[in-house]
């Protein structure tokens, strides 16, 4: 393993606002002001509670020196700067948004089990993987993935210990699992090109904002908007709705209140052509389906952007829009572990253990709301492509290249930090 030297303390101590003017820069935002105390990422990361979600529940929490907790509030302080008289008062920070909600649920570290109990690290005969039964028929997939009679979570571990990683994860994604390799880190990501030319902000009337997704990303990233100024219809199918319904009821409210709710049966004429009517007149669109799903209802989001140029259409996946990419299932969980976050806690450590809980979500949800609010700024941002993966291996590289985040010498700095008095 490389040992790359830590950044300077000071260096270090401007993350966030280095990623917010990066974040305004990649959007074409030259005059926005920032607000940011400057803090180093190891107190961030205490401060909002993600250490104490990260390591086996029996044991000491884990640190994971990479700046994702930091990144995040440079994402939020970069959002507030493009939309400053929104309603920020008393508004989570980017890192709390990280782990509101175990906050609200109660969620506690388990190490390679996540937070909620339905992802797990697995050892395989030549490798570690990742896999998520988020969905009930999850469950009923396992004995073709496993090509066993019958299967329960519980016999996991001893079924895929003498099995190769890369075709459990290849069988795994072409039945519709949430798998990935959790022992390869992916190369580190170039930071983007910037989107557009310098804009300057301007006041732009409330936008519409139709929101089709689910879970916690999409629908994180319309109640940023909200808090912005705009107007939200959150849309649901009467037979598929938000499965987040069917758990916190008051995580579903923090998400959702205040905006307004629609359901509508796809599988009639009436349906989709009320949802058509409701996509045509959005200025902003929300979604975190594969493409084809929303083919299939007859929605094609270019023929929708192409008919109006001012629309901002904002797709949210596991790993993009490309094949066979598209096609691949992945959750907050096992989306983080794919970019390689518990790769470095590994590196670091000697430990498997997820960090955060779902943290690819939240991330995504902020990602998300910075390039939907920047699209219509600018008159129209077209169909932007977001894949939760990409978000996290973005954060988890800022500032430092894989030897660096993944070192026992910048890990043994930020414990350093945490044990010197705070100011």
Known sequence: MGAA?????????????????????????ADARLDIVDRHPAVIAADCGLIELSGAADAAPLLCPAPIAACADGAMAALIAMAPQGQWRDAPSGAQRLTERAALLGLQRRGAVSANGSCRLLATADGVIAINLARDDDHALLPAWLQADHVIADELPQLVA?????DL????????????????????????????????????????VVDLSSLWAGPLCSHLLQRCGADVIKVESTQRP????????????????????????????????????LLQGADIVIEASRPRALRQLGIDADA?????????WISITGYGRREPQAQWIAYGDDAAVAAGLSHCLHQATGQWAFV??????????LHAAIAAWAGHQR???????????????QCLDFGCGPAMCASAQRLQHWQQVLREPRA
Request: aromatic fraction near 4%; charge should be positive; avoid cysteine.
């Open 304 to 312: 929708l952007i192409a008919a109006d140029p001012g629309k901002t």
């Open 356 to 365: 955060g809980d779902a943290i690819a979500d939240p991330l995504t949800g």
């Open 5 to 29: 030297p830590p950044l300077s303390d000071v260096d270090e101590r401007t993350t966030a606002r280095r990623y917010a003017e990066q974040l305004l820069a990649l959007h074409g935002i």
């Open 162 to 166: 003498t099995r190769a990683a890369d």
């Open 379 to 393: 008159g129209g941002g077209g169909l932007i492509d977001i894949a939760m993966v990409d978000v996290v291996r």
């Open 169 to 208: 994860v290849e069988q795994g994604r072409e039945l519709g699992l949430a798998v990935a390799r959790a022992d390869r880190r992916p190369p580190a990501l170039p930071w983007p090109s910037p989107m557009v030319p310098p804009l300057r902000l301007a006041a732009r009337q409330a936008p519409r």
């Open 242 to 277: 938000d499965g987040a319904r069917a758990g916190s009821p008051a995580f579903f409210e923090h998400l959702h209140a205040g905006k307004a709710s629609l359901k509508l049966n796809f599988r009639n004429a009436e349906g989709r052509a009320a949802l058509l009517a």
